[in-house]
């Protein structure tokens, strides 16, 4: 049975600073991996997806990373903001399955 | 576009009273529809999906159903309500075509007293 582990559970940084998410998976049979963002009783929305084949995605000052292999995503944030805070998840879709599994989230302060 | 939505946005309901929460896709056509919830403190869990009109697909035994009336609707339904039925229950939604992408709708937070 898959399970997705993100570290730290929370975190807090001064704006500005780059900053490092991270997500590991136990089954790397895995079709993609996809990293959302979800503020205070919100619904989530999506940043990056990566496909299995992929090592890394970019969008703007997001950068996420693959490793298949060892069971493993970042999520780089550079230049923090304010408006980054909220809680980060990571989720992946395994092979043959409809279902993401998600994790339990990383909540990021970004203090101004 | 496409947008969906979830209502009601909150509910507080005591135990043993039923529920219907609904969810309603606008922009696409023939989608994969999913209901996953957020328990405090732990990830989201997928409870049921559909990939077209009454198909139902449960991921977890329940105490919650899942019925698909219409091709963009999607309804999460309890005859009786349990205190751990309490949580964030959120709709997505992914296009025949991207299967693997699902778009999540704002949630409905469920408190049950």
């Known amino acids: 049975k898959q399970e997705v582990t993100q570290i730290p559970a929370a975190l807090s940084v001064p704006e500005g600073e780059n900053l490092v998410l991270n997500c590991s998976f136990t089954?790397?049979?895995?079709?993609?991996l996809q990293w959302f963002r979800q503020d205070p009783g919100k619904g989530l929305t999506s940043l990056l997806l990566?496909?299995?084949?992929?090592r890394e995605q970019t969008s703007g000052r997001l950068n996420a990373s693959l490793d298949k292999s060892s069971g493993r995503s970042t999520l780089y944030i550079a230049a923090s903001q304010p408006g980054d805070s909220a809680t980060y998840l990571c989720?992946?879709?395994?092979?043959?399955?409809?279902?993401?599994?998600f994790g339990s989230g990383t909540r990021l302060q970004v203090q101004p | 576009s496409q947008t969906i939505h979830q209502w009601p946005a909150t509910l507080v309901q005591p135990v043993g009273s039923p529920l219907s929460l609904e969810c309603t896709v606008e922009?696409?056509?023939?989608?994969?529809l999913y209901w996953y919830r957020q328990a405090a403190g732990r990830g989201l869990q997928l409870l049921f999906y559909?990939?077209?009109?009454?198909?139902i697909s449960s991921e977890v035994p329940q105490n919650l159903s899942a019925s698909r009336p219409q091709d963009r609707q999607f309804i999460l339904s309890s005859k009786k309500l349990l205190l751990s039925d309490s949580g964030f229950y959120l709709c997505?939604?992914?296009?025949?075509?991207?299967?693997?992408?699902?778009?999540f709708g704002p949630g409905t937070r469920l408190t049950v007293t």
């Open positions: 990566i496909q299995s084949s992929q």
């Open positions: 997505a939604w992914s296009s025949r075509d991207r299967p693997y992408e699902q778009y």
């Open positions: 989720a992946v879709r395994d092979t043959g399955r409809r279902a993401l599994t």
């Open positions: 922009g696409t056509s023939n989608p994969n």
């Open positions: 559909s990939v077209g009109i009454g198909q």
């Open positions: 089954d790397s049979a895995i079709y993609n």
